[in-house]
C-alpha cells in the first residue's frame, strides 16, 4: 500500500512538472482573426483552413503562386444587431498579400487608409497589412467602420524582419494619366494567363526569378498595356530581351501565331534588370515614349554598424574606467593599511633597536674654539671629538 501511494504522487509530481519544461503554449496571437475588436465579437464557429481552393475555389491555384499559408473566415456581430464578415489569407511575405490585393481589387473601388493599401466599394473594403490580406464586408456601413478596420489592422498577427519589405517594381510604373486601373503584381504563369498579357509565359520565364507588374492604359491611338519584367541580374535580363525580340517580327507586324512568334505587336527596352514591353494599338512612336518613362535607378545601401553593442557602447566605458579607477583606489588603501599594520605588527614582536637607529649616533663635528679672537683666523684650531 505504502508503495502504491508513492507511485501515485511521484505520477503526480510529474504531471506537475512536465509542462513548465515542455515550453511555453503557442500564443493565441498567431490566429488570423482575433475574438474581439472595436466592439466586434466572434462568433463561435470559424472556418479555417491550409488548402487555397477553399478561400478561393476559382483562383486556388494563384493564390497558391503568390505563397498562400493559411486561411480563415468568421462572422463577426454587434449589439446593434449589424454583423461583419471576415475572409482573411496569409501569405509567405508582403509581397504575395500585395500581390493578391491587386488582382482582387477591381477599377470601381475607391482608395482607403487602411492597413499598408485598402480599396472599398459599397459595404465591402479590401485591405493588407503585411503578409495578411483582409476582405470585410459589413451589413450596414456607419461612419467609423473604417476606424473599427484600422483597430483590427494594428492587431493582426504581423511577423517582424523582411517578411513585410514591399516589391519595388512597382513603383517604376509610370503614374501617368491614362492608366486604366491599378498596376497588377504577379509572380507566376497563372496568373499572367489570368491577365490576358502580351508576352507568354515561356518568354518571361518564372523558373529565372522573374517578377511582373503589367498596367492597362487608355491613350488617344487606343488601349496599351506596359509590362515589367524584373530579373535578378542585368545579364538574365539582356539575354531574355533577346529572346522577346527574336520573337518579334522584324517589321512590327503580327506575327503569324506559328510557335515561337508573338500574335501582337511589341515593342521592348532593357533598363538595368529591368525589361519594358510595350504592346497594344498604339504606333512605334507611341510606344516608344512609354517606353522612354521607365528607367532603372540602382539604390545602394550601406547598413553600416551603430555601434550600439555592450562593448562599443560609451556609456559603458566610461562606467568600466570609473569602476577600474574604484578597485585601484581600494587596492591601493588595502596595500596603505597592510603595511601599516605590518610594522605596527613587526614593531610588537621583534625588539624596536632593529627598526630604528640609536637614539645617539655618533658622527663627526668640528668644534671651532674660543681663541678665535686671540689667534686670528689663520690659527684657528680644530678639534675633532666623537660624541
Known sequence: MPIKTSSSLLIVLLVAVVPAFSGPAPRASSALLPQQFAGWRLSPAVQTSTDPATADGVNGALLKEYGFTDFASATYTREDGHTLRLRAARFLDASGAFGAFTYYKTPEMRAEKIGDQAASLNERVLFFRGNILMDAVFSKLTAMS??????????????????????????????????????????????????????????????????????????????????????????????????????????????????????????????????????????????????????????????????????????NLVWNALLLCGILMALALVAGLAFGGLRVLVQRIIPERM????????????????????????????????V
Open 146 to 315: 473604417a476606424a473599427e478596420l484600422r483597430e483590427l489592422a494594428a492587431d493582426l498577427p504581423i511577423p517582424s524582419g523582411n517578411v513585410q519589405s514591399l516589391p519595388g517594381l512597382p513603383g517604376y510604373l509610370p503614374a501617368q494619366a491614362g492608366l486604366r486601373d491599378n498596376a497588377r503584381y504577379l509572380e507566376g504563369p497563372v496568373g499572367l494567363q489570368n491577365m490576358n498579357s502580351p508576352i507568354p509565359a515561356d518568354l518571361v520565364d518564372f523558373g529565372a526569378g522573374a517578377e511582373v507588374v503589367l498596367g492597362r492604359y487608355d491613350t488617344a491611338e487606343g488601349e496599351a498595356s506596359l509590362m515589367l519584367i524584373s530579373y535578378p541580374t542585368p545579364q538574365i535580363a539582356a539575354d531574355h530581351l533577346r529572346k522577346i525580340e527574336a520573337a518579334t517580327r522584324p517589321t512590327g507586324q503580327p506575327g503569324s501565331g506559328s510557335s515561337g512568334m508573338l500574335t501582337q505587336p511589341v515593342f521592348a527596352k532593357r533598363t538595368g534588370p529591368i525589361v519594358v514591353v510595350a504592346a497594344g494599338s498604339i504606333s512605334q512612336s507611341a510606344a516608344q515614349s512609354m517606353l522612354a518613362a521607365v528607367n532603372y535607378d540602382a539604390n545602394v545601401t550601406w547598413n553600416e554598424n551603430t555601434y550600439q553593442s555592450k562593448r562599443d557602447n560609451i556609456g
Open 355 to 386: 627598526l630604528h637607529r640609536e637614539e645617539q649616533v655618533e658622527f663627526i663635528s668640528l668644534h671651532l674654539t674660543e681663541h678665535t679672537e686671540e689667534t686670528g683666523p689663520a690659527s684657528v684650531s680644530s678639534s675633532i671629538k666623537a
